[in-house]
């Protein structure tokens, strides 16, 4: 970022490349930029164009957290929001988190379900880590990881069908939900979607955790395709500009590698905390937030070149369209996890086996001292 990146407040990409910003001619320097409000731009024939190459089949990609708090859903609002903009309509686009800890709302299912984009998450997700779950499928009440994931990856393949781009969004940091055997690689895996991590913004502990996160689901044959970091400050020493300019130095030092970095976004002082707030949050407010995210995300991330990268992964390539039989033989990471449940359920069909009921485990782990989920 030397030159004349260093202290601007939004940059431009096209195709996946930084360019300078648009001409007083109407930028015809390149392709016409969207104005999404709050100053963000982007190139929405890029975006719309790798789309297009992807020839009908479904681009997905997970969104995972190097640490949990790390603004993933955020992300996956930004990227919606651009397709949204870039022409794709409601009906080709899908979110879906198929294992979570929380079943709040956010800003994420409102600007949805505003949208009329399907939305899956909370209580409906495939796989709820609730309080007392994880004591209860140790003890062999609910099922196997393999039992999990093919309802995971079912519900997943469901969505994808007739739509061009599903966003998967991860729950916590990669490793959560190993003890079950369903961790954010396993359900990565079983949605065949490549990898967007999200991290923390910085310089030798934002590289250090990318690359350990992408050892982690490397070791179980996932690809990622790269990093967005988030949560940047705007002045002082860890200036996201500044970490910015070292990022990408340090990207161009290590060419060899196939994951590619997509952009440091800034913190945004507007959207910090509202998780908490949502609630008492106005419809009317919660619109021009979801804006704000929108725009805001748009300005600093290279969403053509992450969509783009997608397209090409072979994950997505080599997916066709599920099929009534390809759903029957869903991909499902093949694990055994016998050690980890005694109730071996694998050789049966999943509509046999019935868990233990929600509210007989989370009750008897609210009665023993249960504080959260899992």
């Known amino acids: 970022m030397d030159g004349p990146w260093r202290n601007q407040d939004v940059r431009y990409f096209y195709n996946g490349r930084l360019v300078p910003p648009p001409t007083d001619n109407g930028g015809a320097n390149h392709a016409p930029f969207i104005d999404l409000g709050g100053g963000g731009r982007f190139d929405p024939k890029a975006l719309a164009s790798v789309v297009d190459a992807a020839d009908g089949r479904c681009i997905r990609i997970f969104v995972a957290g190097a640490v949990t708090h790390v603004g993933k859903t955020t992300v996956c609002l930004g990227i919606l929001a651009a397709l949204r903009a870039a022409g794709l309509k409601s009906s080709e686009l899908a979110y879906v988190k198929p294992a979570t800890q929380c079943e709040a709302p956010d800003l994420l299912k409102k600007w949805c379900d505003a949208e009329g984009i399907e939305y899956v998450s909370g209580e409906e997700a495939p796989l709820v880590f609730y309080s007392g779950f994880t004591r209860s499928f140790l003890s062999g009440e609910q099922g196997t990881s393999e039992s999990w994931l093919k309802r995971i990856s079912e519900k997943v393949n469901e969505m994808a069908r007739g739509r061009r781009v599903l966003i998967v969004d991860g729950v916590g940091f990669p490793a959560v939900g190993s003890i079950v055997g369903v961790d954010n690689a396993d359900v990565a895996k079983a949605a065949r979607a490549p990898v967007l991590l999200v991290c923390k913004s910085g310089v030798g502990g934002a590289i250090d955790s990318f690359n350990l996160n992408c050892c982690y689901f490397a070791s179980k044959g996932v690809p990622v395709l790269g990093a967005v970091f988030n949560l940047g400050a705007a002045e002082g020493f860890y200036a996201w500009d500044k970490c910015a300019e070292m990022i990408t130095r340090y990207f161009d030092l290590h060419v060899e590698r196939r994951e590619r970095y997509y952009g440091v976004v800034p913190m945004v002082a507007g959207l910090d905390g509202l998780r908490e707030r949502i609630g008492e949050t106005s419809e009317a407010s919660i619109r021009e ?86």
């Open 289 to 374: 937030l979801a804006t704000l995210n929108a725009s805001h995300f748009a300005a600093y991330a290279d969403i053509a070149g992450l969509v783009g990268d997608a397209a090409s992964d072979p994950w997505c390539r080599n997916g066709a369209p599920p099929t009534k039989r390809s759903l029957a033989a869903s991909p499902a990471a093949p694990r055994k996890a016998a050690a980890l449940s005694p109730s071996d359920d694998s050789a049966r069909p999943s509509a046999m086996f019935q868990p233990k009921s929600r509210e007989e485990v989370a009750a008897s782990a609210k009665k023993q001292g249960a504080r959260g989920g899992g």
